[in-house]
């Protein structure tokens, strides 16, 4: 497999998630469409996003959009998780400590078992985030 891109859908406020997202990995956008770009696009619903794609590192980019009024509201954040490699302890806690800016810690960093640096939290859009550092991978 060459990469996992995960991709998140928001009930109307993806920019501000990605805006914010962007701010913690230190990345620009390399694709940010709204609905009012495109050809067909339901009224009152121009200003949404429809596709966001920020890099996160080699292949690796994490994706989102608005999700459109007709698929209803969406509940936020408890299916899944964005699991992020970390090259580093200092790289592992910077982003951690980023992204639980007015979110929700749920395991601090600390050793783990595996012989790993590892964290989980929730950030303030309802994502969940786990963050390892593989210890393995030094050298």
């Given at each position: 497999?060459?990469?996992?891109?995960?991709?998140?859908?928001?009930?109307?406020?993806?920019?501000?998630?990605?805006?914010?997202?962007?701010?913690?990995?230190?990345?620009?956008?390399?694709?940010?469409?709204?609905?009012?770009?495109?050809?067909?696009?339901?009224?009152?619903?121009?200003?949404?996003?429809?596709?966001?794609?920020?890099?996160?590192?080699?292949?690796?980019?994490?994706?989102?959009?608005?999700?459109?009024?007709?698929?209803?509201?969406?509940?936020?954040?408890?299916?899944?998780f964005v699991a992020i490699a970390a090259e580093s302890e200092a790289e592992a806690d910077n982003l951690f400590k980023g992204l639980s800016e007015g979110g929700?810690?749920?395991?601090?960093?600390?050793?783990?078992?595996?012989?790993?640096?590892?964290?989980?939290?929730?950030?303030?859009?309802?994502?969940?985030?786990?963050?390892?550092?593989?210890?393995?991978?030094?050298?």
């Open positions: 497999m060459a990469a996992v891109n995960p991709y998140l859908n928001f009930n109307g406020n993806c920019e501000e998630a990605f805006n914010f997202y962007k701010a913690v990995f230190g990345k620009e956008f390399q694709t940010f469409t709204r609905f009012g770009e495109m050809e067909h696009r339901a009224e009152g619903e121009e200003n949404k996003v429809m596709h966001v794609a920020l890099p996160l590192g080699k292949d690796s980019f994490l994706f989102g959009s608005d999700r459109p009024g007709a698929y209803g509201k969406g509940t936020l954040g408890d299916l899944f929700q810690p749920t395991m601090p960093m600390n050793k783990a078992p595996w012989n790993a640096y590892f964290g989980m939290l929730t950030d303030q859009y309802g994502v969940s985030w786990l963050i390892n550092y593989d210890y393995a991978q030094k050298g």
